[in-house]
């Protein structure tokens, strides 16, 4: 599985993103996907995680309520919807692809994307 993410950029604290994912192959419906995140200097962490057919999902504490994960298995694509940003959601957002049908670990995601930066000024 090949991931391209998109959608980051520079936005105002209170704004909002739409970070998208496209997934090349015909298998995309077979893996669980999550979003993670990665701000200099500090550790890769969750920032959600929605399983094979969307009906599941989770969110890391500092985002809850804020942001919604989504997927489009009839178009190979993943997204999240990022609102009410904060400048410290600024960082370089991952997409990744779990043969789990729901994963949380960054150990249990094999396939990654190449990264979007979303930058959150204050």
């Known amino acids: 599985v090949q991931l391209q993410a998109s959608g980051g950029g520079l936005v105002q604290a209170g704004g909002s993103l739409r970070l998208s994912c496209a997934a090349s192959?015909?298998?995309?419906?077979?893996?669980?996907m999550g979003w993670f995140r990665q701000a200099p200097g500090k550790e890769r962490e969750l920032v959600a995680a929605?399983?094979?057919?969307?009906?599941?999902?989770l969110y890391g504490e500092s985002v809850q309520g804020r942001f919604t994960a989504s997927r489009d298995n009839a178009k190979n694509t993943v997204y999240l919807q990022m609102s009410s940003l904060k400048p410290e959601d600024t960082a370089v957002y991952y997409c990744?692809?779990?043969?789990?049908?729901?994963?949380?670990?960054?150990?249990?995601?094999?396939?990654w994307g190449q990264g979007t930066l979303v930058t959150v000024s204050s």
């Open positions: 990744a692809a779990s043969p789990s049908a729901y994963a949380t670990q960054v150990s249990r995601y094999m396939y």
């Open positions: 192959g015909r298998t995309f419906s077979s893996y669980g």
């Open positions: 929605i399983n094979t057919i969307g009906s599941s999902t």
